[in-house]
């Protein structure tokens, strides 16, 4: 515990000594402000450790005096990329761009770096010749360079954070923060939106990856060392310049915490439990000096944190002494009680400092300028906010520098990827892997053997980079895409060739000589966010990679296993088809170091920053609590030295479908749907011919599919029916609806999906005879109330159509979009 005497509330009581040395209940008198209020005085207090300049002070207060209103409202608001250009920049002086994880210079996903940096020129240019009258304010660029400069083609790639909480090294934390900042500042961008400092406490959550581990340790030892990385010590001449940027602790706060591992969800703890779980990375992060906090999406107790002038104010601005900014998340404010994504008082007058406004921020600029003039944002707290930015500014070198292009870096396309940085993340790599099995003490394994390697992940970057890389899911993309990268299996085969063994690649691990082992290299497939979010911690096993084991198995070819994945999984099938098996989570570019350690170049040294289930619905699991019962503790890791022996674990998967967002996959509607058909809201399964039938239809398996046949006789309609769920958090965002269908005939009239017309789509879909996505953004979805979908896909038309669905999904298109902007 820090320092400072706390009263302890547990559970709704207050345990107090007793004099009598016992421990006595006592009922808590009746709080005067709700349980998502915080009392400041009780969090431990801190002192920013950059000292205030008051020549910096004082340039503020000068402009300050000479900024139009509309320029300092500029400041606070930022908008994407997607949705703003820089002539938009100029005109509303804004002080900030960003850009979301799908959002791209000419939306082009791969992007050349030389692109990245003169998009960065362009908002700069814009920001610094709006109104000659005015002062001068550049404006700054935030991005998501949060495993590495993840969104650029060619960037070194760092395991994600989960990886890096294995490996319990906070000096190399520092030199990933390093590299980082350097490669960002190659294309001209000065600020990241990292690190990413939850504490996850629920692995069904999409973003489990993003954290460090479940108990605050791992992310307070390393927050300071990793913004020290990124932005330099305090006090040196680099600070937030030169190779460094500006960092962002995020996403304050609770965001792992949320109930249920709901995305956005709602943390529902105590206010000792919100500060001592959440708060030491916080603190941590500010000791070092970083100069933005990312405000969660989440709520405490029902209570949206964006609107939580408690904890904004109260906690990280006054007990804390932040002086930097508070940035919104995306279109967070549009959340909060009473708010829309283009008017929000409320956020500001809390303690917001930028709205994170992709596509909202001419209404949220509107409204805030129009809210400043009628009072109901004080003229006080729109000077505040705007000091904090402009503060950031000056002490980034902000004012005094040059157009990106020319400052230190820009341009040295060579030092993206180079071998320097990439030897720091082959280091990450090896120092991440944690093995949970070593049956016979088959690792490590000999490099001059006969090596068989398998698995759909063998030979696959994009699957061991996982999320958030080059575009939002990590999908999409192509081998091309990773020119400074090298994959698990040409890791293991530059290794084994060097020392003269053989090794072969086998996705399927069929082989005609018998080898002396096979790696097969398999786990989840990329993900980010809600899309990642999850009912179980069961593996899916999307490649079945469990019968490539089996086979190996039976054929007396011993197994290692390479297990790829964002989160600790009940595996027990595949620990017991494996005679070794490694959790390597997501470990980047570098699939080299991987090879490093099967081969015993180094020795393992990861241990597990997350406890790894014993069950499927064995969730939330974290260590400390009541019942811990996990089938590998938090910290638990072998060497090769020791017994890596495993009894055989039961194989029966405790929970249901895991993927909430597969509406209809395999022939079958999940999670207790029904594919039904009708008029009006009288459907059913097969009511009858005349108008619309169904039946079984193959595209890949046997039944995998359904064909439904519309006649034409009169309006139809085909939907997928079940209990309600809330789509409003999918809907905040590009997620659609999306349909894999082939038409055989038809459209003879308007077809529409969700509401929306798709009738030129399924046109262009039967001409092509091929196998084509309909997607519909669900913010398009008409006369539906997202917080309760009964009906996720609803399809109708009264002309003749013949359509066969293999798959019905929420998610990014990446094709076939009919938008409704
Ligand atoms: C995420 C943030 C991210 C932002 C910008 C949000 O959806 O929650 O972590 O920084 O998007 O891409
Ligand atoms: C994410 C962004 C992403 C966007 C895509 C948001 O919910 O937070 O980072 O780029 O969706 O539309």
Redesign the pocket.
Known sequence: MKGGNWTRVVSGCVAVLAASGGIAQVAPPTPSTPANTAHPSEWPGQTSPVPRDPAIEAKIDRLLAAMSLEQKVGQVVQGDIASITPEDVRRYHLGSVFN????DPHGQYNAPAKDWLALADAFWDASTTDDPKLPRIPAIWGI?AVHGHSNIVGATLFPHNIGLGAMRDPDLMRKIGEVTAVEMRVTGIDWTFAPTIAVVRDDRWGRTYEGFGEVPEIAASYAGPLVEGLQGKVGGKDWLRGPHVIATAKHFLGDGGTHNGRDQGDAQVGETQLRDLFAPPYEAALKAGVQSVMVSFSSWNGRKMTGNDSLLTGVVKQRWGFDGFLVG??NAHGQVEGCTNTDCPQAINAGLDIYMA?DSWKGIWESTLREVKSGAIPMSRLDDAVRRVLRVKFRAGIFDAVKPSARPYAGRYELLGSPEHRAVARQAVRESLVLLKNAGSLLPLKPGARILVAGDGADNVAKQAGGWTLS?QGTGTTPADFPNATSIWQGIRETVQTAGGTATLSPDGSFAAKPDAAIVVFGENPYA?FQGDRSDVAFDDPADTLATMKRLKAAGVPVVAVFLSGRPLWTNPWLNAADAFVAAWLPGSEGGGVADVLFGKAEFRGKLPFSWPKRSDQTPLNVGDGGYDPLFPYGFGLTTKDRGELPALPEVRASGGGDAHTLFTAGKATNGRRLLLGTGDALATNPGPELIAQRPADRVAQEDSVRITWTGRGAATAALVGDPVDLTREA???VALIVTLRVANGPASAVTLGGRDVTTRLRALAQSHEWGDVAVPLRCFTGTDLARVTRPFVMSTAGALDVTVSQVRLG?PTAGLVDCR
Do not use: K, L, Q, T
Request: proline share 7%; charged share 30%; no cysteine.
């Open positions: 979301g994880g799908n959002s998501d998340d995306w992709p939002w966010e905040n965002g590009d990014s």
